[in-house]
């Protein structure tokens, strides 16, 4: 009998520890897959400010919920056919996503691109448990690539690394 608990709870186990698995997202797939989404999105590359405390702290099984809604402000640039070379300055909102206890995360004052819904300000930067709508400090060579697929040239996802 003993050996039928064990055998359970190990299943239990393993199902919680698989029961996220994330593919590692990239900014190319992400750009082509909003690209393809019947709603409008902007592409922007700057910075995000805000409190980090509040933030979701650790991981919990309470989260049955996403955390309430983060003020924030964002300073940088929106992607045109010509590159990152729209302003974007305004306040945003960054909504921390969970899937059970894991949930999504940013960092404030770092140098990111961020796919957002064109929806009417203030825009939501979107943080999930998987990741996907927040690349932070993405190097040049993605930047460039992100404005080739603005201008239908070359598109494909980078490597990984």
């Known amino acids: 009998m003993k050996s039928v608990f064990l055998a359970l709870g190990l299943t239990a186990l393993a199902t919680q520890a698989t029961a996220l ?3 590692r997202p990239d900014p190319i797939e992400t750009f082509q897959r909003v690209a393809a989404a019947p709603e409008g999105y902007f592409v922007l590359y700057g910075q995000m400010t805000f409190d980090e405390s509040a933030l979701p702290a ?4 309470d989260n049955i919920r996403d955390p309430d809604p983060i003020p924030a402000q964002f300073t940088g640039k929106g992607l045109t056919m010509q590159g990152f070379t729209s302003d974007y300055v305004s306040p945003v909102t960054l909504q921390v996503g969970c899937a059970g206890p894991w949930c999504g995360s940013a960092r404030s004052g770092v140098d990111a691109i961020y796919f957002v819904r064109a929806d009417d ?3 939501t930067m979107q943080a999930g448990p998987c990741g996907g709508m927040i690349f932070e400090e993405p190097d040049q060579a993605t930047l460039d690539m992100l404005t080739s697929c603005m201008q239908g040239g070359a598109c494909s ?4 690394q």
């Not at 650790?58 to 099984?61: E, F, L, M, R, W």
Request: charged share 0%.
């Open 157 to 160: 996802p980078q490597p990984l």
């Open 58 to 61: 650790g991981v919990s099984n």
């Open 121 to 123: 300000p203030p825009v």
């Open 21 to 23: 698995s994330c593919l």
